[in-house]
């Protein structure tokens, strides 16, 4: 691993990463500051058709995969071996920001001109990858390109998800051009490194700009459905409605209730509703619930969720319909790789970079590709921590730590030994 005495003299360029997020920051805007750019959607095609040009202007060799994931190598000096990946997602929220996982994308990018520029060869490849759909926004599937890429989601089920208006994910990856040869799942990185605001204002309160982050906090994504029946909303007699829309308003506040009992660490929401049929004058005979709850203990997670249970079966008991509660998904138990942190804590010590470890609190493709491939993460701070809103920003000088760490950690992880 690099030490003090062979640090590399690799300098990130502020000012052509600023370049190149205010022009990202162009496609799918919400003016004045946010972005909305859905995955696979013709701002993303725009976006993406613009990444792969500027990585091309960087000498690298541009790989598709069926899911859409973009890879763009930059050769090792061994061939070619297992790279290290480094990237995030360029897809955003529907009302988002401008940094939430671009920022990982163009810092990597800038990565790797900086390299460029000081001459740097390293062992093993350096990939810089842009994920499919890590927001989840469009298609109600989050991390969906690297939980194809890791298998633990199949191809053929991923391309069938359908957005609001039923166009599936394959349909949409055709038209907007991005279905690639690249099988999936994909091999194996050697290792993979992800550079993220950190959506929470822990590093923006404290003088530390960098987070080396060693772990997460486990959360479920929870489906909740009520079935109750339909009625005339106006004659028909309380006592005799099956209202699935009234058991669900139930719910929510207690599952608000409940996460609050448990204190500032544990945190919930629910975010999505879908309820049927949805219209005047008529009972609401289905509804779908999702919900976000975290809480960095797994033992006091799961006191959370029973508690949700009985809360939702109260909820549909009291308004004559049934409920019930099943988890759609859980992530954030793997912890990162100690070998792979402890490339970045060296990075920041090298750099001379104070840096604090941190927990990731939000989900990323870094928990996805962390069940094959040793893995870490970096987070710079974010103003006031807002994330998921137009008014995401950054300090753009509190960021460039964070990137010079990944650089160097990048580096140092491509040349090191193998990790197993
Ligand atoms: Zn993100």
Redesign the pocket.
């Known amino acids: 691993m690099t030490s003090p005495e062979t640090d590399i003299p690799i300098a990130i360029d502020g000012d052509r990463l600023w370049a190149t997020l205010e022009a990202s920051a162009q496609i799918g805007s919400i003016p004045p500051s946010g972005l909305a750019r859905l995955a696979l959607s013709a701002s993303d095609r725009q976006m993406r058709d613009l990444f792969v040009s500027w990585c091309r202007e960087a000498g690298l060799a541009v790989r598709v995969d069926r899911i859409g994931n973009i890879f763009a190598r930059r050769a090792g000096r061994g061939g070619d071996v297992a790279p290290v990946m480094i990237g995030?997602?360029l897809d955003t929220q529907v009302h988002g920001g401008r940094f939430?996982?671009i920022l990982g994308v163009l810092a990597a990018l800038e990565v790797v001109r900086a390299l460029n520029d000081a001459d740097v060869h390293t062992s093993r490849p350096v990939d810089i990858v842009c994920w499919t759909d890590?927001?989840g926004a469009r298609f109600r599937r989050s991390m969906l390109g690297s939980s194809v890429f890791t298998g633990e989601l199949e191809l053929t089920q991923a391309l069938l998800l359908t957005d609001d208006d039923g166009v599936t994910v394959g349909d949409a990856l055709t038209e907007i051009g991005y279905v690639g040869e690249a099988g999936v799942p994909g091999p194996p990185p050697h290792a993979y490194l992800e550079l993220?605001i950190e959506q929470n204002s822990i590093l923006d309160e404290s003088d530390v700009d960098v987070g080396i982050v060693d772990s997460s906090y486990p959360t479920y994504i929870l489906a909740v459905h009520f079935e109750g029946r339909t009625a005339h909303a106006g004659p028909t007699p309380m006592a005799k409605r099956h209202d699935a829309l009234t058991g669900a308003a139930r719910a929510i506040v207690a599952i608000d209730e409940i996460t609050r009992r448990h204190g500032p660490e544990a945190k919930s929401s629910t975010s999505s509703i879908r309820v049927w049929p949805n219209r005047p004058a008529i009972v609401s005979s289905s509804v779908d619930l999702r919900c976000n709850i975290c809480h960095p203990d797994d033992h006091v997670l799961d006191g959370i969720k029973r508690e949700i249970e009985r809360a939702v079966e109260a909820a549909a008991a009291a308004s004559n319909v049934t409920g019930h509660v099943v988890p759609a998904a859980r992530f954030g138990d793997a912890g990162f790789d100690s070998r792979v942190v402890a490339a970045l804590d060296a990075a920041a010590a090298t750099a001379g970079i104070p840096s604090m470890r941190i927990a990731a609190q939000a989900g990323?493709d870094a928990f996805a590709i962390a069940r094959i491939a040793p893995t870490a993460m970096v987070f710079c701070p974010c103003r006031d921590g807002i994330s998921h809103h137009p008014d995401e920003d950054v300090d753009y000088a509190r960021v460039l730590p964070s990137i010079a760490v990944l650089a160097r950690a990048a580096v140092a992880v491509a040349d090191g030994p193998e990790l197993g």
Do not use: F, V, Y
Request: a negative charge; charged letters at 40%.
């Open positions: 995030s997602h939430d996982g890590e927001e993220h990323h």
